[in-house]
């Protein structure tokens, strides 16, 4: 009997073997292994489109606001980043290619379907004004997660909210380091620095100070 290649939308799985002939999309930021699908657990673990909501939480670099790091989200192949220009919508292999002078980690997202796509519409039509104190870059997102019931608190800081997410529910598997390039130049001693499944903290770690 011969099986036809099943297109997913961002990957091919092939039946006749039982496994995507296609990498993640998300590299390996969803595990080492890329050509893996839902942590090779699909009976207590699903990803329909061959992709993983995924809070990601940038290093902090500089002495300005960049010092005390960031927060974004993925959702399928599209990053949602708020900032003092508002919320930014991009391809997550382009944001992550403007990420590339600091490191982070990522934290995989049990949302369901419904949840998901909820966020994401929240996500897409966010119009608050940025505020480093009352709504920066942690904002939007909690507000989105409570929205759909998945709460994470109201966190000041990335740092705060890498916390808040990493002793949830919310978290799913282990937070996955995302690496970035050798940083030049000082960055403040209070700068977090994430490293996966590492502790985060002030990092004593050197970066350039970027643009927000």
């Avoid at 290093?59 to 399928?76: C, K, L, N, P």
Wanted: a negative charge; aromatic letters at 10%; hydrophobic letters at 30%.
């Amino acid at each position: 009997m011969r099986f036809r290649t099943e297109d997913n939308r961002h990957r091919y799985f092939d039946p006749a073997v039982g496994r995507y002939i296609s990498a993640d999309p998300i590299g390996q930021i969803g595990g080492l292994n890329t050509y893996a699908y839902a942590h090779n657990s699909p009976i207590n673990r699903w990803d329909p489109f061959g992709l993983k909501s995924q809070i990601r939480f940038w290093s902090g670099v500089g002495w300005g606001s960049s010092s005390f790091g960031h927060m974004s989200i993925q959702i399928d192949d599209t990053e949602f980043s708020f900032g003092p220009e508002g919320m930014t919508i991009e391809p997550t292999d382009a944001y992550e290619r403007r990420q590339a002078f600091r490191d982070g980690d990522g934290i995989d997202l049990n949302l369901t379907a419904e949840e998901e796509a909820q966020l994401r519409e929240f996500l897409e039509n966010y119009r608050d004004e940025y505020s480093s104190l009352r709504n920066n870059c942690t904002d939007p997102i909690e507000r989105g997660l409570a929205g759909v019931e998945r709460g994470i608190g109201d966190s000041l800081t990335p740092e705060g909210a890498n916390e808040a997410v990493r002793g949830s529910d919310l978290r799913d598997g282990r937070a996955k380091s995302i690496p970035g390039a050798e940083a030049q130049g000082p960055s403040a001693p209070w700068s977090p620095e994430f490293r996966g499944d590492q502790p985060s903290g002030p990092s004593g770690r050197f970066g350039a100070e970027p643009t927000p």
